[in-house]
């Protein structure tokens, strides 16, 4: 484990942001931390890097604890929070210099490594310029090629994605699961769910400073979405007669050639096809249609309760 | 973390911070070189009466003033601009996000606020007075000497102030004073404590009360105000090198003023005492 936290908990003058937080993170996987503005992500991996100190509970981070030398256990960590604040007046190459040598680099790697993450990030031709004349996403860029120029076991990115375009955002991906596959793992907040189903392996979703589910998209979709299904066909008249007999709890047209269903159960899916192939309608697709949204969405509404989550962890 | 890691991180930050002095080195450099020129003609007409020097406690009180003024006002801007100007600007909330304690970046602050300060404060002390020693007039080593003791004690002072403010954020868990605003207020208030100014400001309030009862201040108020002001020019820094540069140069014996041990193991404490308490804090003082 990369990271075993328990029951950490901070509360600030006007409210509580962590309430007995506890998570696992394993190696070699991208953990996804949901909630709303003000639900307590940031201040989560905040506390986590040691740069806040937490009223109760404790963690270890790569092996460091956090109440013994909370300072020394950023050493394992790639940082990058939401808003950073750079030097305006530096050069691109001349701030990633700065942050290389900071990483702890020897010297004679200093270079190599920021020619690296330069190419990796695509602002090789900005090297030259000030960061304060980068546009948002330039500048978003160059923040998570400083955070990749860490010697680190762990990234923590809070909103890594944010004002950066959709080519760069597809390539981002592919660099972040690179630098999980070499075993690395990743801590990652986000508001965009539908965008983490392509990178998170396992969600953690927080309200009110409380973990209210852990668990992966299957695990979560499972456990908290009633199994809904959408169905493509040739025949919609002679399927939706089929489905009549699958036990449902909505069963509904789509578009041309297309049938919405809501099972009762997730294993009741197997009937759907059966009765289809029994009808001799030909089944061209059938996905689930129940997103990540629609789990946070179930999470997050006002008056819901705890949940104990499937992992086990709360 | 290993001490050559962390000389590493501090050296780094003390890098960052130099490289951008050129523009204030610049400015002091044409400081310099205009006194020097308009104090070429009295250096010239000194050199016409070649004597040989000698350090009386007058002549050697108001160059140490000068020298202590300088680098003092310096120390502080400067310190204020590359420690302060962080928390200001922000930019802190990235060197934050690296394995850095507060000890780190107080080290790295006062390595980069002492290097510009010694290289500022040069340039215009020496440069200013560069007629009187390139005629041989004054003794350049013993001149380094007094320039060397006031940036000395200016450090002393200012270091002082930061690791105190260290001790209180520790136990406030906040930053209740800056550690620049502190080491500001240690310089200042060790050169007010310094026997020349606290004498001025004891004798300045005798004779007030005097006033005040329509008198003048009797000698023994006099001799009192200053007894006053050497007790309390003990805590100084700047009261120390003094000291030692008037021992050295022959003005004052060695010894006479027990004080000055206790006052250096007050200011010893503070200095550990904030270092230990340096390691514990919670960098995210610096951003709320």
């Not at chain 1, 392996?201 to 979405?225: C, N, P, S, W």
């Not at chain 2, 200042?188 to 003048?216: K, P, V, Y």
Request: aromatic share 8%; proline share 5%.
């Amino acid at each position: 484990m990369l990271v075993q936290a328990s029951g950490l908990t901070k509360t600030y003058p006007k409210a509580r942001a962590l309430d007995h937080v506890s998570l696992e993170i394993r190696e070699g996987e991208v953990f996804g931390l949901f909630g709303p503005n003000g639900a307590g992500k940031t201040t989560c991996l905040r506390v986590l890097s040691g740069i806040t100190q937490p009223d109760a509970g404790d963690a270890v981070v790569c092996g460091v604890h956090l109440r013994a030398a909370p300072n020394d256990v950023r050493r394992h960590l790639g940082i990058l929070f939401d808003l950073p604040t750079p030097y305006e007046g530096m050069r691109v190459s001349e701030y990633l210099t700065f942050f290389a040598r900071l990483s702890g680099h020897p010297p004679a790697e200093v270079r190599e490594r920021v020619l690296w993450a330069m190419d990796l990030l695509v602002i090789r031709h900005l090297q030259e310029n000030r960061i304060g004349r980068l546009s948002m996403g330039e500048r978003q860029r160059t923040e998570l090629a400083r955070v990749l120029l860490s010697p680190a076991r762990l990234l923590l990115l809070d909103e890594p994605f944010s004002n950066v375009d959709v080519d760069m955002r597809i390539a981002l991906r592919g660099v972040l699961r690179a630098w999980v596959s070499r075993g690395g793992s990743i801590l990652f907040t986000s508001h965009n769910l539908i965008e983490s189903e392509a990178i998170v392996d396992r969600y953690a979703f927080i309200h009110l400073g409380r973990i209210v589910a852990v668990g992966t998209a299957r695990e979560l979709k499972e456990t908290l979405l009633a199994p809904a299904f959408q169905i493509e066909v040739t025949d919609v008249d002679r399927a939706m007669a089929a489905l009549e007999k699958v036990p449902h709890q909505t069963l509904s047209r789509g578009g041309p050639g297309l049938i919405h269903i809501g099972l009762l159960a997730r294993s009741d899916a197997a009937k759907v096809a059966r009765a289809l192939v029994e009808a001799d309608v030909d089944l061209l697709e059938m996905k689930s249609v129940g997103t990540m949204e629609d789990v946070y969405a179930r999470l997050t509404r006002a008056g819901y309760g705890f949940l104990a989550p499937p992992g086990g962890t709360s | 973390m290993e001490w050559r890691e962390r000389l590493t991180l501090i050296w780094t930050m003390v890098r960052k911070d130099l490289a951008h002095a050129g523009i204030p080195i610049l400015a002091c450099a044409v400081v310099a070189a205009t006194i020097a020129f308009l104090l070429g003609p009295a250096a010239l007409a000194s050199s016409r009466f070649p004597t040989a020097f000698r350090w009386f406690d007058s002549s050697l009180r108001p160059f140490f003033a000068i020298s202590a003024a300088l680098t003092g006002f310096t120390f502080a801007i400067t310190f204020y601009e590359v420690h302060g100007g962080e928390i200001r600007s922000g930019t802190i909330r990235s060197i934050i996000l690296y394995p850095v304690d507060a000890n780190d970046i107080a080290f790295a602050k006062l390595g980069s606020a002492l290097v510009i300060t010694f290289i500022l404060t040069t340039i215009l002390f020496f440069g200013a007075l560069a007629p009187f020693f390139a005629l041989g007039i004054w003794p350049v080593l013993d001149f380094l000497a007094i320039h060397l003791m006031a940036l000395g004690a200016g450090f002393v002072s200012l270091s002082t102030g930061v690791f105190l403010a260290h001790v209180l954020a520790h136990y406030a868990k906040r930053i209740v004073i800056s550690p620049a605003g502190l080491g500001t207020l240690f310089i200042i208030g060790s050169m007010l404590l310094t026997e020349l100014i606290a004498n001025g400001i004891a004798f300045q309030i005798t004779l007030l009360l005097a006033r005040s009862r329509d008198q003048f201040p009797t000698p023994e108020e006099t001799r009192a105000a200053l007894a006053f002001a050497q007790t309390v020019s003990v805590l100084s820094p700047y009261h120390w090198g003094a000291r030692i540069l008037s021992q050295g140069f022959g003005i004052f014996p060695a010894g006479g003023e027990p004080l000055i041990a206790i006052s250096v193991a007050l200011t010893l404490l503070a200095i550990v005492g904030g270092f230990i308490l340096g390691k514990k804090l919670y960098l995210d003082i610096f951003t709320r």
